[in-house]
């Protein structure tokens, strides 16, 4: 961790991963888009072991979920993205794929959400774009967020962009993790 003007710049994944300074975005694991990927069963092994690994920490956890409006709602933006994932030409023939109470807006049982975790419900692609993500990290005093799920290049990434970027695979977060609980 480098310091100047008070400011703390960190480094490396270590000098971020710890629950004082951390929350965790599980993004989209919602049971409508887990079906639609192949290797939706091996994505959701992956996110539910960062989970258990955040939950031992006390990391603080937040789910993003996909909102679909009701046609009558939907604008310009919801039914040119809608049309183009349906592959549909008439916007009329636009299915909302994530209402509130349809069985896709779930989230996967497996990951089921704590009384302690929140779910925040979106619209956009990013998960802080309309949502109370940011006031929440910020009034936490969380730097950081690490974020797992579906849909990379349509959710995540946008995401990521809203924030300051470190890469890494599931084995040295966890392992990392682990190693904040006991120091």
């Known amino acids: 961790m480098r310091r100047i003007h008070g400011l703390e710049i960190p480094q490396s994944l270590d000098d971020i991963c710890h629950p004082e300074k951390m929350a965790l ?13 192949k290797e939706g069963t091996d994505v959701l092994r992956r996110v539910l072991q960062v989970l ?16 679909s409006l009701p046609p009558k709602l939907m604008g310009v933006f919801q039914f040119r993205m809608s049309m183009a994932w349906q ?13 509130r109470d349809s069985p896709g ?14 779910i925040f419900d979106k619209i956009t692609m990013s998960a802080f774009e309309s949502t109370p993500l940011a006031i929440t ?36 977060f966890c392992r990392l993790l682990a190693q904040s609980r006991v120091s």
């Open 52 to 67: 258990q690994a955040a939950r031992a920490t006390g990391l603080r956890v937040i789910f993003m979920r996909h909102l």
């Open 137 to 172: 990290l910020r009034d936490c005093g969380l730097k950081a967020f690490a974020i797992v799920g579906a849909a990379m290049e349509i959710g995540i990434e946008p995401t990521v962009r809203h924030g300051d970027a470190i890469q890494t695979d599931v084995a040295t």
């Open 87 to 99: 592959r549909v030409d008439d916007p009329c023939e636009v299915k909302p794929w994530f209402l």
């Open 105 to 118: 807006f779930a989230i996967a049982p497996e990951l089921e959400p704590q009384a302690d975790e929140a």
């Open 25 to 37: 975005i599980i993004y989209d694991m919602q049971l409508g888009i887990l079906r639609q990927l």
